[in-house]
């Protein structure tokens, strides 16, 4: 029923999971560690080095290790081995763990129909726990636990530290209805803090059981105990009460930094770290990561933004295909964000990977880009992903066949219009209507994410009450006074660099927030657009 659905939304409880044995090939997965347990048989959780590969890796070792598995982990090395199990990250991960009889392979595997098989050949057994799409023909894994298998679309939300946390607990239930020991005190709730992590990181809709899972994840990590995540909140500045904004802004990027720059490793170690003197210097590490990560990538993006412009036209270019040898494969996938943003078309951006090109992809809606470039198989040495965003390694001589190609497709599926930007808006209302008793109101719709967005509105007739203050160590923010002549507000227009503030009489789009500054609250709007008031 309606109002029950909308309780459930409002109140998420943990105790309304779903079974994790509903997963598809869940048992076949557990029946199989089980043996691994009873045979004290050598384990090894082959991971990602994204946040949520790295995140949903330290929660397997972390609680198998607790119920009594021997389980090692191996994070694969994105500029090495490149994304996925791939036959060298296979090997590497087979001379380091030369013992290894079974692999779970988690946050990819999904396609990894040569290497599984390649792995059997080595008598290693192999599960996989993924949220990708599966290849045709999928893997000969022992099982592939993969909500797109789902015939219902059931689960299909989670990514897998979400998956991850299903495995731990059907582990869990099998462990406690045989009554063996460990099982009855483990705490699945400990959990959590790392879920809302990978969660949040990984840009999955907050719906379904993320719905349930992030909020309780969110307020585990704000009292986390665990040494690493305390290390890290203090480096990212992250104080009091943990939001998904700090874990998507903070707390995740300075995570992935360790896997764009040079290998996770120091990410895992990090969560994993027992004490403050292991974590400390761990966190540092990764906050100079992030620094460089950053400043890697704000040289890349002018490069191609200056490229793109140069020679871009909006009636031939429905995608954007631009790269150079020198660019870090570490950033490629930021910076295509950062060139859609500007110019709203289907973008890939290639980097460097020895004599060929490695890169990632984002997409509008309404262009499927896995899709387009299971068009362009024949011109590439290898591509995989989802609708949104993708990955594709190509020999440069290709790259101009690749773009004529891609352009072709778009020209076909998109309408011109899909490539103009649409701003939502939910609701219009006036400047007094927005208090701090309406803002807690709609926070009750929190966490705000991907298929849960924060509520969008838009106020007419406002002018400045005073000259806008431009803020920022590049005067990049602007902080705007607004009145419609009887109630006020503050708004801040974040990243608004040199473009044109507003003047006159004006209608804002804009999400309503609370400022907190020396312990005073206020309403503040987080200015999303304006435009000049019909006259």
């Known amino acids: ?124 057994e192999v599960l996989v726990l993924d949220h990708h799409q599966v290849s045709n023909p999928a893997p000969a894994a022992v099982a592939l636990v993969n909500p797109q298998l789902s015939p219902d679309g059931a689960f299909v939300e989670l990514c897998s530290a979400g998956l991850a946390f299903k495995l731990a607990h059907a582990v869990v239930k099998r462990g406690r209805e045989e009554n063996l020991p460990r099982f009855a005190d483990f705490d699945l709730r400990s959990l959590l803090d790392l879920v809302a992590l990978g969660t949040v990181a990984d840009l999955v809709p907050l719906t379904g059981e993320n719905r349930i899972l992030v909020p309780a994840g969110l307020k585990r990590l704000s009292k986390t105990g665990r040494p690493g995540l305390i290390a890290l909140k203090k480096v990212a500045e992250v104080n009091g009460e943990v939001n998904a904004y700090a874990v998507g802004f903070q707390l995740g990027p300075r995570l992935n930094a360790a896997g764009r720059m040079e290998n996770a490793e120091a990410a895992l170690r990090l969560i994993l770290a027992g004490d403050a003197a292991e974590a400390e210097p761990l966190a540092i590490e990764l906050d100079a990561r992030n620094r460089e990560r950053q400043e890697v990538e704000r040289g890349i993006a002018e490069q191609a933004i200056g490229a793109v412009r140069a020679r871009f036209d909006p009636a031939r270019d429905f995608v954007i295909v631009e790269g150079q040898l020198l660019w870090h494969i570490g950033v490629v996938g930021i910076v295509a964000s950062r060139v859609l943003r500007e110019f709203y078309r289907p973008t890939l951006i290639l980097g460097g990977d020895n004599a060929a090109f490695r890169g990632s992809g984002r997409s509008v809606e309404g262009f499927d880009l896995a899709a387009a470039l299971r068009e362009c ?147 503040q709007l987080k200015v999303l657009d304006w435009r000049a008031a019909a006259t």
């Not at 990602?48 to 389980?71: H, I, M, Q």
């Not at 694969?76 to 090997?91: C, F, H, I, K, V």
């Open 377 to 523: 198989d024949d011109l590439l040495i290898r591509h995989g992903g989802h609708a949104m965003a993708a990955g594709v390694t190509v020999h440069p001589d290709k790259v101009d066949a690749l773009r004529d190609r891609l352009n072709t497709i778009a020209r076909r599926t998109l309408r011109p219009d899909q490539l103009q930007p649409t701003l939502r808006l939910d609701a219009e209302t006036g400047l007094a209507d927005i208090t701090l008793d309406t803002v807690a109101e709609l926070a009750r719709l929190e966490p705000f994410g991907q298929g849960n967005p924060a509520v969008q509105l838009v106020v007419r007739g406002l002018r400045c009450s005073r000259p806008p203050l431009r803020m920022g160590k590049e005067k990049q923010h602007a902080k705007l006074f607004v009145t419609d002549g009887t109630a006020s507000a503050e708004a801040v227009f974040w990243g608004v660099g040199k473009a044109a503030l507003p003047d006159g009489n004006f209608d804002l789009a804009a999400v309503p927030q609370v400022n907190e500054f020396n312990g005073r609250r206020s309403v």
């Open 1 to 124: 029923s309606e109002p029950a659905s909308a309780a459930a939304f409002l109140e998420p409880r943990l105790k309304t999971l779903a079974d994790p044995f509903l997963l598809p090939n869940m048992a076949a997965a557990v029946e199989r560690l089980w043996i691994a347990r009873t045979r004290a048989e050598p384990l090894v959780i082959f991971g990602d080095y994204d946040v949520d590969g790295v995140t949903s890796t330290a929660l397997l070792l972390e609680s198998l290790r607790a119920l009594g598995w021997k389980a090692e982990a191996y994070l694969p090395s994105r500029m090495d081995e490149g994304y996925g199990l791939t036959q060298e990250g296979a090997e590497n991960c087979l001379q380091k763990f030369p013992r290894t009889t079974l692999l779970l392979a988690v946050d990819c595997g999904s396609t990894a129909v040569e290497s599984i098989a390649w792995l059997r050949t080595r008598g290693v």
